[in-house]
């Protein structure tokens, strides 16, 4: 379901309203649960604000002599009935209105007794026993321990709330753009943006989504020129062969016309070349293609590959030549995948270079890997469109067609190839004029 960016950030606000909620509902069950401990506990071991007093008279003197001096200073105590056990539960001091027993004899805790326990070293050293204890005193005792509680979680409330708010301000509105922008995405609008706020995380999410928006539009755009590269790759030759039959067919040709034929079957022949090319681009692209690596000597790879094109360039009166020195120019690669990068390299340089021209092929070896250069001095390209030169039916020359040779995808694949083969490729324009193709090659 579609979703403004408003009604994200209230679903957001609310999920953050929950929480706080779900905090102080937790807060409120542990008082209640302070309270409801000491109105039905008999014996408690936790600290009370007073029984420091009494546990430091002890631990000052050694003895619980005298120490009802330490009870004439603690307010709390004042209005109530207490009586103070020794560890053995013997009566060292008797404060109760009612006397109940002398000190020194022992006691045992009544049901209306509340007694606190007194330890040192984790040992009981005492036992502080509040007789007769209402449900009302008793409450009065546990606010000795609620009250300090409640005044802080009270700060900590206050200090959530303007947590709360900054988390809204940083992180609540900026996610919310995203959400909304992915969604709108997702529907189909990848033009979609938002803008970089809040913390730096939030800002790294807000680029790394526009980064991702950017590559899928542009994934997209690829797509749609593809298809339609390849429609119209394919329009011209499928247009001279049905304009040939039809011509057959309404006697305008004769069905044993040679050279109408010769015509149709040469475009088929181009057809059949640009469908094996697409398909070995995309098996190139997947990686999907199967390389069978074996150690390949380039200079004579490439001394092959000019001897194939050596009839073309003598043609158009183009000198080709290997220049190489004596190094080792090995490298594990597929001969067959590799003599087709090198056939795709020449035979592009031959196609756009004018009669007269020169071409010439060197190698450089270091260490680790084997460099091929592919040199014209033809006319080149401008240094804004060396980026598109490894594109598919990219050609810099707009007005060419199909009869000018070439199916528009002879660098695509190389690229395709040197890559997948873990090689790099690209072209550099010349100091003077022309264009230089540089294939690295990991020996």
């Known amino acids: 379901m579609h979703s403004s960016v408003r009604e994200i950030r209230t679903r957001l606000l609310y999920l953050l309203v929950r929480a706080f909620v779900f905090v102080l509902l937790l807060s409120l069950i542990f008082f209640l649960s302070i309270v409801s401990y000491y109105l039905t506990s008999q014996t408690s071991s936790i600290p009370m604000p007073f029984t420091g007093a009494i546990k430091g008279y002890y631990i000052g003197h050694g003895n619980w002599d005298g120490v009802g001096a330490v009870f004439d200073t603690i307010d709390e105590l004042s209005s109530l009935d207490t009586l103070l056990l020794d560890k053995d539960h013997r009566i060292v001091l008797d404060r109760d209105s009612d006397p109940v027993s002398t000190v020194g004899s022992s006691y045992k805790l009544k049901p209306n007794d509340f007694a606190l326990s007194l330890e040192m070293g984790g040992q009981e050293i005492g036992l502080l026993v509040i007789t007769s204890l209402s449900p009302w005193s008793r409450l009065g005792i546990a606010r000795a321990v609620i009250f300090p509680v409640s005044f802080i979680s009270l700060l900590l409330s206050v200090f959530l709330v303007i947590v709360a708010t900054l988390l809204i301000r940083r992180f609540v509105n900026p996610l919310a753009g995203v959400i909304y922008a992915a969604r709108e995405v997702t529907n189909g609008k990848l033009g979609t943006r938002i803008s970089s706020e809040g913390p730096q995380d939030m800002r790294s999410l807000s680029d790394s989504f526009n980064e991702m928006a950017s590559s899928l539009e542009r994934n997209d755009r690829e797509r749609r020129e593809m298809f339609a590269d390849i429609a119209h790759e394919l329009r011209t030759p499928l247009s001279i062969i049905r304009g040939r ?28 070349r640009l469908v094996d090319d697409l398909r070995l681009l995309t098996l190139a692209e997947t990686r999907q293609l199967h390389f069978e690596k074996k150690s390949v000597d380039l200079a004579q790879l490439s001394q ?24 080792n120019y090995t490298a594990e690669l597929d001969p067959q995948r590799m003599e087709q990068v090198v056939g795709n390299l020449v035979g592009n340089a031959l196609r756009y270079i004018p009669d007269g021209s020169k071409i010439w092929l060197t190698l450089e070896e270091t260490s680790s890997e084997v460099k091929l250069f592919v040199n014209d001095n033809g006319p080149g390209v401008a240094e804004d469109e060396l980026q598109y030169l490894f594109d598919r039916f990219w050609r810099k020359d707009k007005s060419r067609t199909r009869s000018a040779g070439g199916t528009g995808l002879g660098l695509a694949i190389a690229k395709q190839l040197v890559e997948a083969q873990g090689g790099t490729i690209e072209a550099r324009i010349l100091p003077q004029g022309g264009l230089q193709v540089v294939v690295e090659l990991k020996k």
């Open 304 to 327: 092959h590959t000019i001897d194939m094109f050596s009839a073309e360039a003598q043609e158009k009166n183009i000198s080709l030549a290997l220049e190489k020195g004596g190094g």
């Open 245 to 272: 039959l039809e011509g057959i067919v309404d006697g305008i040709y004769k069905a044993d016309d040679g050279q109408v034929v010769s015509l149709a079957l040469e475009q088929t022949y181009l057809l059949e």
